[in-house]
Nanobody, 115 residues
Framework: QVQLVESGGGLVQPGGSLRLSCAASGRIASNNAMAWYRQAPGKQRELVAALTSGGSTSYVDSVKGRFTISRDNAKNTVYLQMNSLKPEDTAVYYC?????????WGQGTQVTVSS
């Protein structure tokens, strides 16, 4: 059984930073891809950042230069460093793991950017 647990969300002022973590447990293959999505109220879930098993990264245009996705393979954990946060970054953030043709989601962590 694969489980993903996100942490690190919270309330932050505009311009602030947060680091989200997503820890995967269970039988995790080294050849997997992970990603962060977010969903704001009334909006569809969108891909924010992705990291392939080969280490390639990609970002949605709205976060380029502000967010960084990374992973610690020894800990089966993926991170999302978020800097220069804006109110429009407010959403529930989810991590996703793709492995052996299956998709796994975490429960989400709330990020609120407000003064």
């Amino acid at each position: 059984q694969v489980q993903l647990v996100e942490s690190g969300g919270g309330l932050v002022q505009p311009g602030g930073s947060l680091r989200l973590s997503c820890a995967a447990s269970g039988r995790i293959a080294s050849n997997n891809a992970m990603a962060w999505y977010r969903q704001a109220p009334g909006k569809q879930r969108e891909l924010v950042a992705a990291l392939t098993s080969g280490g390639s990264t990609s970002y949605v245009d709205s976060v380029k230069g502000r967010f960084t996705i990374s992973r610690d393979n020894a800990k089966n954990t993926v991170y999302l460093q978020m800097n220069s946060l804006k109110p429009e970054d407010t959403a529930v953030y989810y991590c996703k793991l793709a492995m052996y043709g299956s998709i796994y989601w975490g429960q989400g962590t709330q990020v609120t950017v407000s003064s």
